[in-house]
Structure formats: C-alpha cells, structure tokens
C-alpha cells in the first residue's frame, strides 16, 4: 500500500485540518486578488469611460480627483484649435453629500457640456439629460428612481434617468448633471455669501480717494463680475485626431498616467506658449494605445488654426 495513503489513514484528523487550513488559505488570496481589482476598477472607472486621450488640469496640482483643479471654462477653445485635437470639453467633479429619508447618501457629481465629451456612457432607465438645467442621471446604486427630486444646492433637480456601474474613484455612486448646473453648485456664492462679498468690494473701493468717481465704480463693477463668475472647470479633456481612420479609443486600467497640461488661469500666458504645452503633452506619449497625433509632427511645429 502506498506510504501516503497509510499516513492519511493514520492521521485523518490531521489530514482534515490540513486541507481545511489550505482552503482558507486559497479563499482569502482569491478574496484579496477580488477587492484589489474591484477597487482598481472603481478608481479607473471614470477615466475608462470618457473618452479622451488628454486631460488639462491646473498647473502643479495633481488632477480633478486627487487634487482640487481649476480652470477657466473657455479654455476648451484654446486646447481644441491645437492641430491634432478633434475636440475639447470641459468637465466637472465634486463629491456632494445629501439626505434622503434621514439618511445620508455620498455623490460623486459630474457636470459635462451637453453634446460634449463625458456624460454618462449607458442609460438602463428612463434617458438622458437634454435640458441645460434641473435634469440629472444619477446611478442606480444611489437608490433613486426616475421622476425623484434631489436637492443639490439651491435647487432641486428631477431625475430623468438611471445608469448602471458608475462608481466614483472612491467607491460612491455617480450622478451626472449638465455643466452649467455643475458650476453653480460648486462655484457659485450664496445669497449671503454674494451680499457679503459685495459690501465688502463696496466698502475697499470708496476708500480709493485717488480714483475718480466713474473709475471708481467701474473698477467696483469689474471687481464683482470677477468674484461672481462661476465659469470654470475641473478638467478639461480632449480627444484628438486618427488619421488611420480608426475612431474612438478605450483607456485601458493599466494605470498608466495619462498626460496633464498646463491650465494658466489668470497669469496672462501668451496663447502661442499654451499651445506649445498642449502639443507637448499630446506628444509625450508616444507609444501609448490612445496616441493619435502623426508621429512626423514635433512640438514647436504644431500650432492653432483658428477658423
């Protein structure tokens, strides 16, 4: 008779908690290989699927989900006159935190430019948004239903459809929303917030005794449209050009990072060096799978045509 078969024999018992020991041991390597590629798949989610090859982000700062980036909304323009770029969006993301039936819910907003790059990719339910305000897609996991209210803000917004699988990088689910309404929940002042900005703008101007009156009031003026604009983004993405004719491309969660330009809000960058910035980018990754820039092109070569 075989020595192995007679030891287990033998020692059954010993044999039994053996085989118990390895099982738990190949179901809690299986349960950890699981939760690292499920929270892999949630973090990489968004970016899978938008369908850009670019994202411009503020300078220094880590992109629109580590890091708090923002840019001047008409960027877009500038980024989408770089030869090579087919078109450029503006998107929008915050987390928002909300009550429903006294219980909290977690939401991961993205605003997105209506017929724009972004939105969500799959609605399972009801369809999607096609007015400029109050509509909202939100996930099914959030646990709304179509024809629900949802107070964001100062207003409330009507859910019109469902989407399935949108987790935000963190795990919450996703709700979409157009970009203006994306802007005025995140960037726009409060009623008291607004009244006391203004009183104070007020209050630094008039002290200004150097100033004529009419300078005076139009600098004041100029100073309040300034406090007050709400036209910005978070990101700005873009897809670029496929002179093989291939269209569309899908970002792989290989985590390979994916390029980020310089966004100069404000610091009167010559538009000729920005878009030196962006070709650079779209450039630096030759041998990604989204490249689509033709390779005999350089950096100081490429340029805006504007009409």
Known sequence: MNLATRDIRRHKTRFLLTCVGLGLLLTVVMAMSGIYR??????????????????????????????????PEDIEYS????????????????????????????????????GGIG????IVAGRGITKKHYEIVADRKSGYVIGDTIRLGLEDYTVVGLTQGMPSPS????????????QVIQFQLDNDAIRNNRERVVATYSQLASMSPFMREKATAKALA?????????????????????RGCELRPSLEPLPSV??????????????????????????????????????????????
């Open 119 to 122: 939105g969500p990719r799959v």
């Open 171 to 182: 795990g919450d689910p996703a709700a979409f929303v157009s970009l203006a309404d994306a």
């Open 226 to 246: 300034a406090g007050e604009n709400s036209h910005f983004a978070n990101a700005i993405v873009a897809e670029l050009d496929d002179p093989s004719g291939h």
């Open 38 to 71: 499920g929270l892999i798949g949630d973090a990489t989610k968004v970016v899978e699927t938008t369908p850009a090859q670019i994202w411009v982000v503020q300078k220094d700062t880590r992109g629109p989900f580590a890091e708090s980036s923002r840019l």
């Open 262 to 307: 310089l966004g100069r809000p404000g610091t009167g960058a010559s538009s000729q060096r920005f878009h030196r910035e962006i070709a650079e980018a779209a450039l630096a990754v030759p041998n990604h799978p989204c490249h689509r820039l033709r390779g005999d092109y350089r950096a100081d070569h490429l340029h805006a045509h504007h009409g």
């Open 79 to 114: 980024i989408a006159a770089v030869e090579g770029v087919r078109r450029a969006s503006p998107l929008s993301f915050q987390y928002v935190q909300i009550s429903r039936g006294g219980k909290a819910i977690r939401l991961f907003l993205i605003g997105y430019k209506l």
